[in-house]
């Protein structure tokens, strides 16, 4: 369990840090802001401390570990409807390859609608529309050599390709690397991770390229009971302070194949810039046999708006693998 967790905090200690970075004075100074926002309701409704509980094929962008718990097929679908017209969307699908590995394909998309073109007169020079793009792929694999009886250890890789149209072009690329080990306790399981995001060669619109906002995140979660699931995070980012979060999911048994849930969370991200109402989220979801709802309300302090998220995800069960009966 502690190789791949030193193999990670090898890599932190290797990121190249300027003299401002992860501090106040580090804000505005990474493009690319895109690669930030969020790609599950669920998660998003748990306040973004859902990297160690991520168990899906959005474990693409929250930790590429996550890819591992996969039982057999996966897919994902996340809309979003930002202030000021800005639409969101991401999908995405993973498919199990063997007992230990999963490989992933994703894609989202940034509108951020239509704006009036101006010189430097102020007159109107008609409209330009900016629009992200990304495309990635994710592979998540069981560490059984480092796994026993009391320890699950997984790691993951994501690499992603993110072209943007602004009146210039530009593109990036990057990749993402993530651990995730679960502790079998005699009542209760414990589960601690680690990723690295958004590491790789920003965009270039002039004569500057930008940096990638690279982050770091350390998650943990457990379950005290059986229905209820606690997270806790801590996030590095390159620009900005460093900052915390905390979600709760409770899930009850409505009907046979029919599960409901309810969460709720913290992120004290916007704490400074939009103030207290600005960090609490909230949501819910109902599970259908294989298939999942998922709805996530977030406010957005001073700004005097909410932001919605629903996000659609399927779930394939396993052909129970021997290892799977194990557990």
Same mark, same amino acid.
């Given at each position: ?6 193999? &990670? ?24 802001? /895109? $690669? ?18 991520? !168990? ?15 039982? *057999?097929?996966?897919?994902? /679908? ?24 999963? $490989?992933? $394909?994703?894609? *989202?998309?940034?509108? &951020? ?31 059984? =050599? ?20 602004? $009146?210039?072009?530009? !593109? ?10 679960? /502790? ?13 995001? !958004? ?22 979660? &457990? ?8 997270? #806790? ?20 048994? #409505? ?11 913290? !992120? ?25 709802? =998922? ?26 693998? *021997? ?5």
């Amino acid at each position: 369990m502690r190789a791949p967790l030193l193999a &990670v905090a090898a890599a932190l200690l290797a990121l190249p840090a300027g003299a401002s970075d992860f501090g106040r004075a580090a804000a505005g100074t990474t493009g690319s802001e /895109f $690669l930030l926002l969020d790609t599950s309701a669920r998660g998003i409704a748990m306040g973004g401390a859902y990297s160690v509980a991520t !168990n899906d094929a959005s474990s693409l962008y929250w930790n590429p570990a996550g890819l591992s718990q996969v039982p *057999r097929f996966s897919a994902t /679908f996340l809309h979003a409807q930002y202030v000021a017209g800005i639409t969101y969307n991401a999908a995405s699908v993973a498919k199990r390859i063997n007992d230990s590995s999963v $490989l992933a $394909l994703g894609v *989202r998309y940034l509108d &951020v609608g239509a704006i009036t073109r101006t010189d430097v007169n102020g007159l109107s020079r008609g409209e330009f529309q900016p629009r992200s793009y990304l495309a990635e792929l994710g592979w998540g694999q069981s560490i059984y =050599d480092l796994s026993d009886s009391e320890v699950d250890v997984a790691m993951g890789v994501t690499v992603k390709y993110l072209h943007t149209d602004l $009146l210039e072009h530009a !593109n990036a690329y990057g990749g993402d690397f993530g651990v995730h080990s679960r /502790f079998y306790g005699t009542s209760q399981t414990y589960d601690i991770s680690m990723a690295i995001q !958004n590491l790789g060669v920003g965009q270039k619109f002039d004569q500057v390229r930008d940096t990638l906002p690279t982050r770091v995140r350390f998650g943990g979660g &457990v379950r005290p009971i059986k229905p209820l699931l606690l997270t #806790i995070e801590a996030v590095g980012p390159i620009n900005s302070l460093p900052y915390g979060a905390a979600g709760m999911e409770y899930t009850v048994d #409505i009907q046979k194949n029919i599960q409901g849930a309810v969460r709720a969370g913290i !992120n004290s991200m916007t704490y400074e810039s939009l103030g207290m109402t600005s960090m609490l989220n909230f949501g819910f979801g109902v599970k259908l046999s294989d298939l999942s709802f =998922d709805y996530a309300f977030a406010p957005t302090g001073d700004l005097g708006a909410q932001i919605h998220r629903v996000s659609v995800s399927f779930n394939l069960p396993a052909k129970i693998s *021997r290892r799977y009966r194990e557990r």
